[in-house]
């Protein structure tokens, strides 16, 4: 069976295998050892170029959704792009500080800001916080007062459209747990516009992931510009307009739209009601780092059986956890595709974790042997950043390649990094 490497450009077959930018991976795995995330970086600005394209010309601010990827030689790619960032927690502003990051540019996203958190990121001098719910507005206007200062906000709309994705990464339905109702919303905006600690800049939404259709795109925006255009008519004046992120990636055969020709469209419906003269903000995650990234692995065993082959690989659950956790699809390749296809044979390529659910890929037709090694593509965004140290596992090491340049982004976790901040009982 024919492997292809779905929406990822800046990987290919060379002489010596699967090569990213200038470099063979194989011999990234030899030298850094598996398993072992490696990006382009070329990858990372060609997908970012896109979004810049689409906004040439207008006032926008691209706000990099660091929870896709946080490392911090990846935020620093984007940072130095000029991009912003979206934060969830106080870590994330951690980070930002760390890879030197333009604190008026970020953006604090999240249903459960704590008092801390906000603290911290007033203090720091962020852009806007993304307020969730009528409560978060009166704890962050008190927590603003007590610091003498005014908390530049922005209201995050669940617009209830369905944003067809996968269910546990659909936050515009009325059932989700983001944002405040349409129907509320010039409400609250009324009643934030009331507050002395608040300072009104923005509207905000977001309707989930990996999304590969327009239409919900363009349905989203209506409802965000309907209100809009009612918030302003009760004189409250908003200087951006924040449409999120979310545009999916191609995994395996979907088609999502590119952004640049996405955001030719949604322009064009926000001129059409004469709003153009707002910053536009978006917060992508995924389709700026999904493709740029893969994970490396080596075969262990292989494990024939009577209904499946098992493909053991030294890559877990805990390192890339997108399958187990939402069944999904990351093409499985290897690094040296050198046999002939009579030897192939069709495995379930899975982890050493103790749990079925550890799969990185099901009937997957693979020629291979142990001690090979194989790449699982489309591992930039949300793989690393969701990795865990289930079953006292390290996490893996991470390489930036830039040219023919590899940059040890991240070491791979030792043991004794593990049991750190731990003592025995007595
Ligand atoms: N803004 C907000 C408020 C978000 O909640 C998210 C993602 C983003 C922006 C970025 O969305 P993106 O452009 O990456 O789609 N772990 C899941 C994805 C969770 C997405 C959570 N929110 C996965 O692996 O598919």
């Given at each position: 069976m024919k492997n292809t490497l779905p929406g990822a450009p800046y990987f290919h077959y060379g002489d010596t295998g699967l090569m990213v930018e200038?470099?063979?991976l194989s011999a990234l795995a030899q030298e850094h050892g598996t398993p072992l995330y490696v990006y382009s970086k070329a990858s990372m600005v060609g997908a970012l170029a896109a979004y810049q394209a689409g906004f040439a010309g207008r006032k926008a601010q691209i706000c990099y959704a660091m929870k896709a990827n946080s490392s911090l030689g990846v935020l620093q790619v984007f940072a130095r792009a000029g991009c912003g960032f979206d934060i969830v927690s106080g870590g994330e502003l951690a980070r930002v500080r760390a890879a030197g990051g333009d604190m008026a540019k970020v953006i604090f996203s999240g249903v459960g800001k704590t008092r801390d958190e906000m603290r911290d990121a007033l203090a720091a001098g962020i852009g806007c916080f993304n307020v969730e719910s009528e409560a978060e507005i009166d704890v962050l206007n008190a927590v603003a007062v007590a610091m003498g200062l005014r908390a530049p906000i922005s209201i995050r709309v669940n617009p209830n459209v369905d944003p067809k994705t996968h269910p546990y990464i659909s936050t515009g339905l009325k059932g989700n747990k983001f944002g405040i109702a349409h129907e509320r919303t010039l409400a609250t905006y009324q009643h934030a516009a009331t507050l002395p600690g608040l300072r009104i800049v923005g509207i905000d939404c977001h309707i989930g992931s990996q999304i590969t259709e327009e239409a919900p795109y363009l349905d989203a925006l209506d409802?965000?510009?309907?209100?809009?255009?009612?918030?302003?008519?009760?004189?409250?004046?908003?200087?951006?307009?924040?449409f999120g992120g979310g545009l999916g990636i191609q995994y395996q055969n979907e088609a999502p739209p590119a952004a640049d020709a996405l955001w030719a469209k949604l322009l064009q419906k926000i001129d059409a009601r004469g709003l153009g003269e707002h910053t536009l903000m978006i917060e992508p995650g995924r389709s700026l780092v999904g493709n740029a990234g893969v994970c490396l692995t080596e075969v262990l065993y292989l494990k024939p059986g009577e209904q499946k082959n098992f493909c053991i690989v030294d890559a877990a659950m805990n390192d890339l956890p997108r399958p187990a956790m939402y069944q999904a699809y990351h093409a499985i390749v290897p690094l040296e595709p050198t046999k002939t296809a009579d030897e192939a044979a069709v495995?379930?390529?899975?982890?050493?974790?103790?749990?079925?659910?550890?799969?990185i890929g099901r009937d997957r037709a693979l020629m291979v042997q142990p001690g090979e090694r194989l790449a699982v593509m489309?591992?930039?965004?949300?793989c690393m950043s969701m990795a865990s140290n289930y079953n006292t596992r390290g996490r893996a090491a991470e390489i930036l390649v830039d040219g023919d340049?590899?940059?040890?982004?991240?070491?791979?976790?030792?043991?004794?990094?593990?049991?750190?901040g731990e003592q025995l009982a007595d």
């Open positions: 200038g470099l063979a409802r965000m510009l309907d209100l809009v255009q009612a918030i302003e008519a009760a004189g409250i004046r908003l200087e951006h307009i924040d495995y379930d390529v899975v982890g050493p974790v103790c749990e079925s659910g550890d799969w489309s591992a930039g965004a949300y340049r590899a940059i040890v982004i991240r070491q791979r976790e030792a043991i004794s990094d593990l049991f750190r």
